[in-house]
């Protein structure tokens, strides 16, 4: 099942919104520069998303910014992720 697409201003970033704007750049209805000036996203921010989805599945699109930015590579337990890294999450 394919989800829809958030409104380009949504009045909440929800798991939902944000699992359906990361399912859209990997099957490439969306490119990331794109996501970015659509949902005036920092390339920074959808980063944290997608490591967060990488690290957590689901529950890593629960962080919100000021948890992530606590989120500091030396408290991970495993090497650092890119979103290269991710299978399935190679777009550009």
Do not use: H
């Not at 520069?33 to 957590?56: H, P, V």
């Amino acid at each position: 099942m394919t989800l829809p697409l958030p409104e380009p201003q949504p009045l909440r970033w929800t798991i939902r919104n944000k699992a359906a704007i990361l399912e859209a750049l990997r099957e490439g209805r969306l490119s990331r520069d794109d996501a970015c000036a659509r949902y005036e996203l920092s390339s920074a921010e959808l980063d944290q998303w997608l490591m967060g989805f990488a690290e957590l599945g689901r529950n890593g699109l629960k962080l919100t910014r000021r948890q992530g930015l606590r989120l500091t590579p030396r408290r991970r337990r495993g090497p650092l992720l890119s979103a290269s890294a991710v299978p399935g999450m190679d777009f550009q």
